[in-house]
């Protein structure tokens, strides 16, 4: 009987088929699924915000962009997977807050979009379909034996990339 493991706010985890994986509740957070066509295990890393180095308290290294893709390449190839097959599916990345000011907190969608993007271009890992920006949050479910990442969203059909 196959499971569905759901990952937190701040949080990663790696599943294997026939199990699916899911984070819900992605605002300005996103959603990051690594995975091998060459494995049906993947993961998945819900991260809040782009930069640990800008943050006192960062402690919890899934919360950032940076090291929360650092951690989750290593937990791949721990696994067995080679980080030259890892392919990367993202969502998320939303502005959900109007400011009237041009504030970071009101960016924060965009400064994540752009942080997981640079971080991913770094390893050399190919985003293979997207889902972010806009203003509307995400709920997102990867199965790694189909490679097929469904997008939830409140008051809108739900589509696979």
Do not use: W
Request: glycine share 10%.
């Amino acid at each position: 009987m196959a499971d569905t493991i759901r990952v937190g706010i701040a949080d990663m985890k790696l599943c294997t088929a026939p199990d699916k994986i899911t984070t819900i509740g992605l605002g300005s957070c996103i959603g990051i699924v690594l995975y091998s066509n060459t494995s049906n295990t993947a993961g998945l890393l819900h991260i809040m915000l782009p930069d640990s180095t800008k943050i006192r308290q960062n402690e919890n290294k899934y919360k950032f962009a940076d090291t929360g893709i650092d951690e989750l390449v290593k937990s791949l190839e721990q696994k067995g997977i080679n980080r030259s097959m890892l392919k990367a599916k993202i969502a998320g990345g939303a502005k959900m807050f109007q400011f009237s000011n041009n504030s970071d907190i009101g960016n924060i969608g965009d400064k994540n979009i752009q942080a997981v993007k640079e971080k991913l271009d770094s390893y050399g890992i190919k985003i293979v379909s997207e889902d972010v920006g806009l203003n509307y949050g995400r709920t997102i479910i990867f199965d790694p034996e189909t490679k097929e990442l469904t997008v939830v969203t409140a008051g809108k059909n739900s589509h696979i990339i």
